[in-house]
């Protein structure tokens, strides 16, 4: 009984961390579908438009992010975390964050004039929290891949002394 009830407890955190991937890819294109119009749609962004189209284009490695970190959750959930597809998974998280991050360096020098000439310091800071967010999660999958690479080396070896 002890089991069922913690194997319950596990796949219930699971489906509670994929509905709020669902919820934030939901969200992401919602705001990427309002970006999107208010590009197409208003005179009024001046200077911003460029910045906002590269925020659209970088929610592509998000959404890709997204995707994988369910593949992860589901092979979670069917006992396969320690398998090659789990660190393939998180290999392609590292690269998306890091592209992430990339996106937003190379676009720095165009948000610091826009940012002098509207004088708006605010975004400057959002452009650094842009970039060092990303990036720490692509640091954070690559010690998770290192870690699953030994964890699936210690379980082979394992199999192989039994």
């Known amino acids: 009984m002890y089991t069922q009830n913690f194997k319950a407890l596990e796949r219930s955190s699971t489906l509670f961390l994929k509905l709020i991937l669902l919820v934030l890819s939901i969200g992401v294109l919602v705001f990427c579908g309002f970006l999107l119009y208010q590009i197409t749609q208003s ?64 676009g720095s020098p165009f948000i610091f004039n826009v940012a002098e000439r509207d004088d708006a310091p605010g975004v400057v800071l959002i452009n650094l929290i842009l970039i060092v967010g990303p990036f720490s999660v692509g640091v954070f999958a690559y010690i998770l891949q290192k870690l699953l690479i030994n964890a699936i080396g210690y379980k082979s070896e394992n199999e192989l002394t039994i």
């Not at 992860?72 to 991050?101: E, G, Q, Y």
């Open 43 to 106: 005179d009024a962004l001046g200077y911003y438009r460029p910045i906002l189209i590269g925020v659209v284009i970088s929610t592509i490695p998000l959404l890709y992010i997204f995707y994988q970190a369910f593949h992860l959750l589901d092979n979670i959930d069917k006992n396969l975390s320690l398998t090659d597809s789990s660190v393939n998974s998180l290999r392609i998280i590292k690269v998306c964050s890091f592209l992430i991050s990339l996106t937003y360096l190379i």
